[in-house]
């Protein structure tokens, strides 16, 4: 059994920065990859980026590609997302999530089987 807390989210204006956080429980932590996903209201959940277990290999949708930084810490058990120049499209609901297939990462949210609970990004013009 895997939880997820993610934190860090709030009300930015257009063109800051925010870092989330998401603080896995368990000693697994850096044995499967890692995901972001965002969900605006009336819309599907989207990829937003994605790591692998050591961080060598990331992904990132064109949407946030050289905006956000995905990483992870495995000796804290923990994954941010450092997002920057962000945009009133950015605000969403933000998920972290468990990669189900072990060291690398993939795109879609059925590939992922354990969620948390979403912290809230609003951005502002």
């Known amino acids: 059994q895997v939880q997820l807390v993610e934190s860090g989210g709030g009300l930015v204006q257009a063109g800051g920065s925010l870092r989330l956080s998401c603080a896995a429980s368990?000693?697994?932590?850096?044995?499967?990859?890692m995901g972001w996903f965002r969900q605006a209201p009336g819309k599907e959940r989207e990829f937003v980026s994605a790591?692998?277990?050591?961080?060598?290999?990331?992904a990132y949708s064109d949407s946030v590609k050289g905006r956000f930084t995905i990483s992870r810490d495995n000796a804290k058990n923990t994954v941010y997302l450092q997002m920057n120049s962000l945009k009133l499209e950015d605000t969403a609901l933000y998920y972290c999530?468990?990669?189900?297939?072990?060291?690398?990462?993939?795109?879609?949210?059925?590939?992922?089987?354990?969620w948390g609970q979403g912290t809230q990004v609003t951005v502002s013009s």
């Open positions: 368990g000693r697994t932590f850096s044995s499967y990859g």
């Open positions: 999530a468990k990669y189900s297939a072990g060291l690398l990462w993939g795109t879609s949210p059925k590939e992922y089987d354990y």
């Open positions: 790591i692998s277990w050591s961080g060598g290999s990331t």
